[in-house]
Structure formats: structure tokens, C-alpha cells
């Protein structure tokens, strides 16, 4: 079974740089079979697709964050990690990592990580 | 604001059916065959139901099945059961690789 399990600092300062890691188990980023994403949801609200990468590195981001992401991959240790540089608390929300199929459905997620942004 | 609009709340009895509403545009919905459909409960994370706007995941109940007409997707659910209680979600692919989702809808079982 495919699990994703984020982790990071729970707690960002204004200004600062949101950093979560992705640690994949029951497949490989490797395998190129899959793009890897992030997806974020605020307190009460929608999802907000944030940006997805392949094996390769190549990455696609969302319009509205493009200026401010950064998605990288290492296929040694099986992860793949988000920054997001100068945070307001707009950005306090919970932050997903998902396997993103070529259709573009997000078919396994992970328990997602609840990050404040706050002085 | 959400690419895509939903309703914010529906409501059915248990054995009923529903059907969730998810308007694009010509960008998203209206373009191309790529509308997803997750289910959330609380405090978890979001499940696939729907993928290509009308297959279903293996274990998804037959229950839940998607339909799309012009720039609106639909999500419906039949014989409404008690566990269905729970927040929806729309997404699709949007033009020059990218995902937009919808704001969500609140089903209650009434």
C-alpha cells in the first residue's frame, strides 16, 4: 500500500521560508511512473493545488504561488519537499503530499500537516 | 476564491440521491475530460471517488458516479447512507499543466 507521510516545522514566522518534506513507502518516485504534488487547504476551506514534480525534476507550479515555490526531488531517500518563501499568514493552512496520476487525480494522499504562520 | 464553484451546502434523507454541482469554464471543465471528485471527513485527508469525470477507483462504492455537460461537472450519490456525510470536493486540469479545485460542499444526512 502507498503511503506519503509530510513532516516539518509546524510553526513559521512571517516573512520566512516554509520548508515540509514528503517521505514516499509501497512505491518509487523513481519508477517515473507518477508526478509527485503538494496541495494546501486553509482552515474551512477549498483545496489549492500547489505544485507537482517528476523523477526527472521537472516541475509545474500554480500560477498564483509560481513566484514563491519551489519543489525539489531526492530519489535516494524516496521524498520530495516544498518550499514557500516570504509567508504572511495567508499561507497558515494544512499541507498535503499526493501521488498525482497522468489524469490528474490525486489517487493517494498523506495525512497532511498543519502549518501557522505566525510571529 | 475557488477556481471552481460549488455549492456550499446540500442535503439529502438516508436512501436518497444527490447530485453536487462543480462550475468551470471554458479553461478547465469545458476543455478537457480531466474532473476529479474527492470525498473529506473531518480532520482527514481528501479520498479519490472520481477520476476522468466518470471512473471510479477500485473498492469506490457505485453509489458515487460523475457526469460532465459544457463548463459543469456533477457528482452524484445514490442511496444515500448515513457515512456519506461529508465535505466534497471538485478539482480539474486547467490549461498549461495546472490543477483548480472547487471550495467545497458540505453534504448533510438528514
Known amino acids: 500500500q502507498v503511503q506519503l507521510q509530510e513532516s516539518g516545522p509546524g510553526l513559521v514566522k512571517p516573512s520566512e521560508t516554509l520548508s515540509l518534506t514528503c517521505t514516499v513507502s509501497?512505491?518509487?518516485?523513481?519508477?517515473?511512473?507518477?508526478?509527485w504534488s503538494w496541495i494546501r487547504q486553509p482552515a474551512g476551506k477549498g483545496l489549492e493545488w500547489i505544485g507537482r514534480i517528476y523523477t526527472s525534476g521537472k516541475t509545474n507550479y500554480s500560477p498564483s504561488l509560481k513566484s514563491r515555490v519551489t519543489i525539489s526531488v531526492d530519489t535516494s531517500k524516496n521524498q520530495f519537499s516544498l518550499n514557500l518563501s516570504s509567508v504572511t499568514a495567508a499561507d497558515t493552512a494544512v499541507y498535503y503530499c499526493?501521488?498525482?496520476?497522468?489524469?490528474?487525480?490525486?489517487?493517494?494522499w498523506g495525512q497532511g500537516t498543519l502549518v501557522t504562520v505566525s510571529s | 476564491q475557488s477556481a471552481l464553484t460549488q455549492p456550499a451546502s446540500v442535503s439529502g434523507s438516508p436512501g436518497q440521491s444527490i447530485t453536487i454541482s462543480c462550475t468551470g469554464t471554458s479553461s478547465d471543465i469545458g476543455s478537457y475530460s480531466f474532473v476529479s471528485w474527492y470525498q473529506q471527513h473531518p480532520g482527514k485527508a481528501p479520498k479519490l471517488l472520481i477520476y476522468e469525470v466518470t471512473k471510479r477507483p477500485s473498492g469506490v462504492s457505485n453509489r458515487f458516479s460523475g457526469s460532465k455537460s459544457g463548463n459543469t461537472a456533477s457528482l452524484t450519490i445514490s442511496g444515500l447512507q448515513a457515512e456519506d456525510e461529508a465535505d466534497y470536493y471538485c478539482c480539474s486540469y486547467a490549461r498549461s499543466s495546472n490543477l483548480v479545485c472547487g471550495g467545497g460542499t458540505n453534504l448533510a444526512v438528514l
Open positions: 509501497g512505491d518509487f518516485i523513481s519508477s517515473g511512473t507518477y508526478y
Open positions: 499526493a501521488r498525482l496520476s497522468t489524469d490528474w487525480s490525486c489517487d493517494f
